[in-house]
């Protein structure tokens, strides 16, 4: 076989003996080729095709980077799935997995508020109440809050919901509205049992509105305004007792002292005149006043008959009780 082969006739080429087993080809163009026959062999490779190749390099290089390379922030935990099975939990920190192969999983374990939304519950004594709540949750087991259940806070919501309606339904309306902290800590615990499983604990649920019928709200205002004139009617009672027992044991002090009745009407007498009124009154003991009242009409009366007597009639002189009022002269 000659050394020297012709592509097309138009590309020379030359086949080395030696390196014939490696299939090495190199262009070797004739003396008398011409330019525009050679012009594409032997020239070297375009550096902006190198330049462009370079960047696509490096940008698949950071496109696998970036899906082999995943941040576990400090409140999170990583559940990593390799082909569809978890191998384990990631902790915080950079976290290295394998591209199209494996699947991080991000839990937060900080703690969730969830509002419960308002519901329509018949207490015990039948009466009709909206009642709504917020619980806080968190989770503490990432693995099972990813692997058991679908969606953490949708079944928690569910799940408070009826809670709420079966715990309140269970007590009246007085120890609904009394007894709140024992029934936020039924619901506490019914939640905890029912999320154990999940991965999650309750941490507290609270009562968070009670809204009551109008009819309802009317009835205890009228409840509690007679309960508040229950209770002054007795506390005037009462100071009506003490008062009568402490005007018992002045009157007592005054019998036992008539002095002192009549430093009492004088001490009247000038919160009285305080006032500048124009008219003064006199207070005087009402027994006594009577009693003398009726020695002054009697004694009346009988000067009086005295005087109507037949002896004074004859010319005797009139006499009061005996004694004559004129004296005659000899």
Not at 61 to 89: D, H, N, P, T
Request: glycine share 6%.
């Amino acid at each position: 076989m000659s050394p020297w082969t012709s592509v097309a006739g138009s590309w020379p080429l030359r086949v080395s003996r030696r390196s014939f087993a490696s299939a090495a080809i190199r262009c070797v163009p004739y003396a008398d080729c011409s330019r525009a026959r050679i012009s594409g062999c032997g020239r070297s490779q375009d550096p902006t095709m190198s330049y462009l190749w370079i960047v696509v390099i490096v940008l698949l290089l950071l496109a696998l980077a970036s899906l082999a390379l995943k941040v576990v922030k400090q409140y999170e935990q990583g559940v990593l799935f390799r082909l569809g099975r978890v191998i384990g939990v990631r902790k915080a920190g950079l976290t290295v997995i394998i591209p199209f192969v494996d699947v991080l999983h991000r839990v937060s374990l900080r703690i969730v508020t969830m509002p419960i939304q308002s519901q329509g519950i018949i207490t015990r004594d039948n009466v009709s109440v909206d009642v709504s709540a917020v619980a806080y949750f968190r989770v503490v087991d990432a693995e099972k809050s990813v692997v058991a259940i679908e969606s953490v806070g949708a079944a928690i919501n569910q799940i408070a919901q009826t809670t709420l309606r079966k715990v309140v339904g269970q007590h009246t309306l007085d120890e609904t509205l009394s007894e709140t902290d024992r029934i936020n800590v039924s619901i506490r615990e019914i939640l905890d049992v029912a999320t154990a499983e999940w991965g999650v604990v309750v941490t507290l649920v609270e009562l968070k509105d009670i809204q009551l019928p109008e009819s309802m709200k009317r009835a205890m205002a009228r409840q509690a305004e007679a309960e508040r004139e229950k209770r002054a009617k007795i506390i005037a009672a009462e100071g009506e007792a003490l008062a009568a027992a402490a005007l018992g044991s002045a009157a007592d002090i005054m019998m036992a002292h008539p002095l002192a009745l009549q430093l009492r009407n004088l001490q009247t007498l000038v919160e009285l005149g305080v006032d500048k009124n124009s008219t003064v009154v006199f207070p005087a003991p009402l027994m006594s006043t009577i009693g003398e009242l009726g020695t002054f009409l009697a004694r009346e009366n009988s000067a009086a008959s005295a005087v109507r007597s037949p002896g004074s009639a004859k010319g005797a002189p009139p006499a009061v009780n005996g004694t004559p009022l004129v004296t005659p002269t000899p």
